[in-house]
């Protein structure tokens, strides 16, 4: 399940719990006010009497709400991945791209390195910019935790550019 949803299901659970805490006390309502700027005073209070049943319900809603919320804030969610090779041919997946849009979907990338040369692996911001690189030695590898839209660039020692690669989402 989402973290989304554990977070909505807490929320609803939590204010149930506080609804029947309050039901347990007793309460009484003799003025309604709207956001501080419309205030109505009753002509005859609406009293809600306490209910000691009220009480056991009112735990349970409120520990389940406090534990929903809990996975929801803390659950790791674990992003989609993708492979993409860098071969001794020069190779680009670049759609024209020259800098990185911004994005919020995170995607984990593993860059391989199928040359026989250490290839040097750069982010370009996004201004165009080169990012410092990350080495890659011959038949090696790294992850990247990145967002789709992001461009990475893939170059020799030498400087000749082997790969242009954006990511693109895994789900379309």
Do not use: C
């Amino acid at each position: 399940m989402p973290a989304q949803a554990w977070i909505g299901i807490g929320t609803v659970a939590f204010a149930g719990g506080l609804l029947l805490v309050a039901i347990w006390r007793g309460f009484s309502i003799s003025k309604i006010s709207l956001f501080g700027m419309l205030e109505f005073n009753l002509p005859n209070p609406i009293v809600v009497r306490p209910h000691r049943l009220a009480a056991i319900p009112a735990v349970l809603l409120l520990v389940a709400g406090v534990g929903a919320l809990g996975i929801g804030s803390y659950r790791k969610v674990i992003p989609p991945s993708q492979t993409v090779t860098i071969a001794a041919t020069p190779n680009s997946h670049d759609d024209g791209q020259t800098a990185s849009v911004a994005s919020f979907r995170n995607v984990n990338v593993t860059f391989l390195n199928k040359t026989n040369e250490r290839v040097n692996l750069y982010w370009i911001d996004f201004y165009g910019a080169a990012q410092p690189p990350t080495v890659i030695f011959p038949g090696g590898s790294t992850n990247v935790d990145t967002f789709t839209g992001h461009l990475w660039v893939a170059k020799t020692q030498r400087g000749v550019e082997l790969l242009r690669y954006v990511v693109k989402s895994p789900w379309w």
